[in-house]
C-alpha cells in the first residue's frame, strides 16, 4: 500500500540553526501539507501547497517557514532560523484531489530545538 | 469559530465494551469530519470520516454519528479491544478553503484485557 514517507525520522539542533524536513508523499497525490503537534497537544495546520504554490497557511507559517517542491517527488519543509518553541512533531500529508478531503500521514520528523 | 472540541481527553474501557468520543465544532461551512487513530511515535491513520449529508456511517466496529443541527458527532468504537488503545482525533475542514484539518484536542483510549 502507497505511504506517505519522512526524513529524517528525528533531528535535533541548536537554536538558530536552519533544518530541513522532507518527504515524499504518494505518488499520484497532488495536494500537500505540513502540520505539527507539540509533544501531548493536538495536531495544527501549517501549510497546504498545490500546483507548486502556496493554497493555504495558518498564523504559525510566519517568515521564517518555507515549503518547495524541488523535484516530482520531494516535498520540503524549511525553518530558517530554528527557535526552542519549534520542538515538535512534523507531520506531512498528501491527498489525491481536493474535494474528498482525504489526507494521508508520514509517520512525522520529531525535531528537537536546544 | 474554527475550533474543534473533543471529549473526554482519557477514556478507560473493558475489553468488549463501547467507546464513546465525542466532538462539536462552529463552524458551519465545514464539510468533512474525519476521525483520525495514532499509536504513539506514528502519524495520524485516517479511521472513518463523514459529510454532513448523512447522519451515520458505519465501517466494521466503527461508527460516526453526525448530528448537523447541534454541529456534534461522534465516534463509537463497538466490541473494543486491546489492540485499539490509542489516541484518537477528530478532525474537520472546508472544500472551500484548501481543506486544511482543524484537529480536535485528542481522546486517550486505553481498552484493559
Known amino acids: 500500500e502507497p505511504e506517505v514517507t519522512q526524513t529524517p525520522s528525528h533531528q535535533v539542533t541548536q537554536m538558530g540553526q536552519e533544518v530541513i524536513l522532507r518527504c515524499v508523499p504518494i505518488?499520484?497525490?497532488?495536494?500537500f501539507y505540513w502540520y505539527r503537534q507539540i509533544l501531548g497537544q493536538k495536531v495544527e495546520f501549517l501549510v497546504s501547497f498545490y500546483n507548486n504554490e502556496i493554497s493555504e497557511k495558518s498564523e504559525i507559517f510566519d517568515d521564517q517557514f518555507s515549503v518547495e517542491r524541488p523535484d516530482g517527488s520531494n516535498f520540503t519543509l524549511k525553518i530558517r532560523s530554528t527557535k526552542l518553541e519549534d520542538s515538535a512533531m512534523y507531520f506531512c500529508?498528501?491527498?489525491?484531489?481536493?474535494?474528498?478531503?482525504?489526507?494521508?500521514f508520514g509517520p512525522g520528523t520529531r525535531l528537537l530545538v536546544l | 469559530q474554527q475550533q474543534v472540541k473533543q471529549s473526554p481527553q482519557s477514556l478507560i474501557v473493558q475489553k468488549g465494551g463501547i467507546s464513546i468520543i465525542n466532538c462539536a465544532y462552529e463552524?458551519?461551512?465545514?464539510?468533512?469530519f474525519p476521525w483520525y487513530q495514532q499509536f504513539p511515535g506514528k502519524g495520524p491513520a485516517l479511521l472513518i470520516a463523514?459529510?454532513?449529508?448523512?447522519s451515520e456511517k458505519k465501517e466494521g466496529r466503527f461508527t460516526i454519528s453526525f448530528n448537523k443541527s447541534a454541529k456534534q458527532f461522534s465516534l463509537h468504537i463497538m466490541d473494543s479491544q486491546p489492540g485499539d488503545s490509542a489516541t484518537y482525533f477528530c478532525a474537520a475542514s472546508n472544500n472551500n478553503a484548501g481543506n486544511m484539518l482543524t484537529f480536535g484536542g485528542g481522546t486517550r483510549l486505553m481498552v484493559k484485557p
Open positions: 500529508a498528501s491527498s489525491e484531489r481536493d474535494w474528498d478531503g482525504t489526507q494521508y
Open positions: 463552524n458551519t461551512a465545514f464539510d468533512y
Open positions: 505518488s499520484n497525490h497532488l495536494y
Open positions: 463523514i459529510r454532513p449529508d448523512v
